[in-house]
């Protein structure tokens, strides 16, 4: 069992790298595979079905399914985000080198820098994921960046180069200016067919954040709320599990990782943090975020396998 108090910046990365490390998943995994041993969750409630639990305080109503927005997206504000919808790339801060994720790899030429998907990946709908998903998710984060980020609001030029890869051209690159590119989440063109595609047009005629062929995009585009989150990692919704007091992941055999991470379903408990540190008492989840009171903290050294990181 995994407790991690602060919501620090950087200690938000490392708790997320650690639930990455835990379920087994991608670049992040296979070293982790031994650390829940100790843990309830990991058994499995059927003796066939191994579960991982958590907590986060979600909200199934009022959060929307639009998860290119994130802000406000049902559970892109936490830990899970990455068990579902997976980036292009993870920095590793060990290295200082990329781990591609849903990218095969990327490489600068000049000031285009070209982006490769792995081949044969599925999203949850069993559609093919490619380099159309990639173009337009990317012509959408172009047209809403604010002018004084940096990555997606000095693209020039976009386009798609084959059925994997995407070419962006840069004003001026400088050195890690494609980190937000590379750790963009890419989303289903299914589910963002009209604005993804409109959002490739109104880019490369160079409309940009601001101008009013934007504004009318985005008046319609915050709107929008789709009735599923198509899912590129290596779990799912499950739609008949999905309720006001958990939700559960199930495996996604068809997303990146899918048949490699170490457990058929995570589920995850809603919680605020009193709530989270009354199951963590109760040993009944493997991993938590949240933060507990000074009293809180001193029942947790009575919890049988507790481990504070």
């Known amino acids: 069992m995994t407790f991690i108090p602060s919501r620090e910046v950087f200690l938000q990365e490392l708790s997320r790298r650690r639930l990455l490390r835990a379920v087994g998943f991608g670049a992040a995994g296979v070293a982790g595979a031994g650390v829940l041993s100790a843990c309830a969750g990991g058994d499995g409630a059927d003796g066939d079905v191994t579960q991982f639990t958590g907590v986060f305080d979600f909200d199934l109503d009022s959060q929307t399914r639009n998860v290119h927005v994130e802000d406000g997206a049902l559970l892109l504000n936490s830990v ?3 068990l579902f919808l997976c ?26 820098l070209l982006v490769t ?10 559609e093919a994921l490619n380099s ?26 976009i386009e798609k180069v084959d059925d994997l890869s995407v070419r962006l051209e840069f004003e001026d690159p400088f050195p890690n200016i494609e980190r937000s590119i590379l750790k963009h989440r890419i989303v289903s063109k299914k589910t963002y067919a009209d604005f993804g595609e409109r959002a490739v047009e109104l880019v490369q005629d160079g409309v940009r ?60 408990h809603k919680g605020d943090n009193r709530q989270s540190a009354l199951l963590v008492q109760r040993g009944e989840v493997d991993y938590s975020t949240l933060a507990p009171s000074a009293a809180d903290q001193q029942s947790f050294e009575g919890v049988e396998g507790f481990t504070w990181i």
């Open 80 to 82: 899970y985000k990455d």
């Open 132 to 157: 159309d998903d990639m173009l337009r998710s990317y012509a959408m984060r172009i047209l809403e960046a604010p002018p004084w980020g940096f990555g997606f609001p000095q693209v020039t030029e």
């Open 209 to 268: 954040q601001g101008d009013d062929e934007h504004s009318e995009w985005n008046a319609e585009f915050i709107e929008f709320n789709p009735d599923e989150i198509i899912c590129s990692g290596p779990y799912k919704f499950d739609k008949e599990q999905m309720s006001d007091a958990r939700i559960t992941l199930v495996r996604n055999e068809d997303g990146y990782q899918g048949t490699e991470v170490q457990f058929d379903e995570v589920v995850i």
């Open 117 to 126: 998907l792995r081949p044969d990946l599925k999203w949850s709908d069993g």
């Open 87 to 112: 980036t292009g790339a993870m920095f590793n801060w060990e290295t200082h080198e990329w781990d591609h994720l849903l990218l095969e790899g990327h490489e600068w030429d000049g000031d285009n």
